[in-house]
């Protein structure tokens, strides 16, 4: 659980809240980037408040979760969809006219689907990640009290599904051009999506973005990458699991190219909560000092130590939200 909240900088994520459906044990658990690196920043002891969308019929692990583990979430937390709704005049022979039905949320009879995905762990402890259903994320839209909040210099990271960049770029095109700059990080789960323009776009309004690569180092993709966030004058972190990290600091005059090694260790959990690890643990460090080389090396110390865990988590993180 967190430590002392004073001692450390309130932090704010936006992303996916999601349902992990671990197919083999038929066990569902709480999980998405955004909930996971939540739980990370408040075990260091960071105020957290969570941008998301929920399911309200399908919320209680969720609400669970984050009141274990003292995360803020805002009053948009459950997504309701648009009402049942009809337009009605009255005529002048006192007659209704009634147009404009809109279904909502009664065609579903319900409050939306969940955010989730499919959960198996292969023999070499690899997720294999399936049959993801965006559900109610994909209405995500932050209302102006979270778009007020998102501008208001609270370091703020976007876990960058598809939903999460479009929300970013409309809050950056509303911002005024002399309004200060937020801190903002992002990290591109969803970047197998973006073409290299979208990929630029994005990043020229982070400080600092983050890529777990599938590939080698030296793939031709990830040049064009780190050649892409200098031209920002931005700082970009390429993963790539246990062969190593990539660091570009693009901030002063001169770029700076920086490779990490890293520690590989037997996997006896899983690797599923590498990444997450890696990020919050990373960017905690970041936004608190901005020194590149201890944030690369405090997010691969807690990367490493995820191995251990078969979950993103840790199991006690779950006691209240098994289903």
């Known amino acids: 659980m967190a430590g002392n909240d004073q001692a450390r900088s309130a932090l704010r994520l936006v992303g996916p809240a999601s349902i992990d459906r671990y197919i083999e044990e038929a066990v569902e658990l709480p999980g998405g ?6 739980y990370h920043w408040r075990s260091a002891g960071h105020p957290v408040t969570l941008l998301s969308r929920v399911a309200r019929d399908h919320a209680m692990a969720f609400d669970r979760f984050v009141t274990q583990h003292g995360i803020t979430v805002t009053d948009g937390w459950y997504a309701l969809g648009d009402p ?23 065609g579903e009879f319900a409050l939306g689907d969940p955010c989730s995905i499919d959960i198996r762990i292969t023999d070499d402890r690899q997720p294999a990640m399936d049959g993801f259903v965006e559900g109610v994320l994909g209405e995500f839209r932050p209302d102006p ?17 598809d939903v999460v960049d479009a929300a970013l770029h409309a809050i950056a095109a509303d911002r005024p051009a002399d309004a200060t700059r937020a801190r903002w990080t992002g990290d591109f789960l969803g970047f197998r999506h973006m073409t290299g323009e979208r990929f630029s776009a994005t990043m020229a309004h982070l ?21 892409r966030a200098a031209d920002l004058g931005r700082t970009l972190v390429v ?31 899983s690797t599923i909560g590498c990444g997450d690890a890696f990020a919050a643990a990373a960017l905690s460090t970041w936004f608190e000092t901005s020194d590149l080389a201890a ?11 995820a191995t251990e865990w078969v979950r993103p988590l840790p199991d006690s993180a779950y006691a209240t939200s098994r289903s």
């Open 145 to 161: 009290t979270e778009v007020d909040a998102i501008v208001d210099g609270t370091p703020t990271h976007f876990v960058l599904v």
């Open 33 to 38: 980037g955004a909930l996971n690196m939540a």
């Open 84 to 106: 049942c709704s009809i337009d009605i005049r009255i005529t002048d022979d006192r007659q209704p006219a009634m147009d404009g039905f809109v279904e909502g949320v009664l």
């Open 239 to 269: 993963t790539f699991g246990s062969q190593g990290i990539l660091a570009v600091d693009a901030r002063g005059s001169d770029r700076v190219d920086r490779w990490f090694d890293v520690d590989a260790r037997q996997v006896t959990g």
């Open 207 to 227: 400080e600092l973005g983050i890529v777990g690569w599938p590939g080698d180092p030296d793939d031709v993709k990830v040049t064009e990458l780190a050649a």
């Open 295 to 305: 944030a690369v090396d405090a997010g691969r110390r807690l990367g490493a130590n």
